[in-house]
């Protein structure tokens, strides 16, 4: 038995681990960043694989049956590789899960025009990822699709409220919305945009609902260890929580605080 694994390539996870966390507060989780090779949205196929992989495999060697890739791009990349190659490997019962399925297998419920936006890094958007996960559930849905490259930086650097990202918003926004006059619902697929939320409410016309991760995640896990007792069953329940980086300790916890918006304590691993 042990805890459950919630990994990202930066500190956008945070924003899907609170979620995770206060929604199933029982159950024991370690959070691993990989922030020392952030970002992985520019990185290759094959280089975001490999990352991810290494990544999972600590949290599987630190007690984890169950992962949650709560990165988009890692989403995008590697997980399904890992599913299909790598977890038939071994002979005993794990599980990864990511982010981008849970989103995309309840859209309809959030768009009536049928016209979808997404907002995401450079990785995301070529991967075609939410386009083919979204065709696949619901044929009938078109959709849009604007990367946002300056959008992880602003938030990385606490540049949320400057004049920056004012006009890196407002810029994506629009040009986004100038696709298709019909979009009513727009999915941040970044876990780090829900930090940009009161700029993209403010550009983006009201009639749009905006739809962050975090929850839906959350949900979504709630969902899948209700349906998989034998995975349940190997989660330690005692409320605990760890946090471990690829990064200088303390630049983690300056910045975790901010996605997670309490201080942590965390542990460098190599």
Not at 30 to 50: E, K, M, Q, W
Not at 154 to 175: C, P, T
Not at 195 to 210: D, R, V
Not at 247 to 255: R, T, V, W
């Amino acid at each position: 038995m042990g805890p459950i694994g919630i990994f990202d390539s930066g500190y956008g996870g945070l924003t899907v681990f609170k979620e995770i966390s206060l929604m199933l507060p029982q159950y024991d989780y370690i959070y691993l960043g990989d922030n020392a090779r952030v970002p992985y949205g520019t990185r290759s196929y094959d280089t975001v694989y490999h990352y991810t992989l290494e990544c999972v495999n600590h949290l599987f060697d630190l007690g984890c049956h169950l992962v949650i890739l709560a990165c988009n791009t890692a989403s995008a990349k590697a997980l399904r590789t890992i599913q299909q190659k790598d977890l038939p490997r071994l002979t005993d019962i794990r599980n990864v899960l990511g982010v981008i399925r849970p989103t995309t297998e309840i859209i309809d419920q959030f768009t009536r025009t049928n016209h979808v936006g997404i907002l995401a890094t450079s990785g995301t958007v070529n991967s075609q990822s939410y386009v083919l996960e979204i065709h696949k559930f619901f044929p009938q849905i078109k959709v849009y699709q604007e990367a946002c490259p300056m959008w992880v930086p602003l938030v990385e650097n606490n540049e949320m409220e400057s004049i920056g990202a004012r006009y890196f918003v407002k810029q994506h926004i629009d040009r986004l919305l100038q696709q298709s006059a019909e979009i009513d619902a727009i999915i941040l697929a970044c876990t780090h945009y829900p930090l940009l939320l009161p700029l993209i409410k403010e550009f983006t016309p009201e009639n749009i609902q905006i739809i962050s991760q975090g929850n839906i995640v959350a949900r979504s896990l709630a969902n899948y260890l209700y349906r998989h007792s034998e995975i349940e069953t190997l989660c330690t329940k005692h409320g605990t929580k760890q946090f471990f980086t690829t990064e200088n300790i303390e630049n983690f916890k300056e910045k975790a605080s901010i996605f997670y918006g309490l201080p942590v304590e965390a542990q460098q691993i190599i």
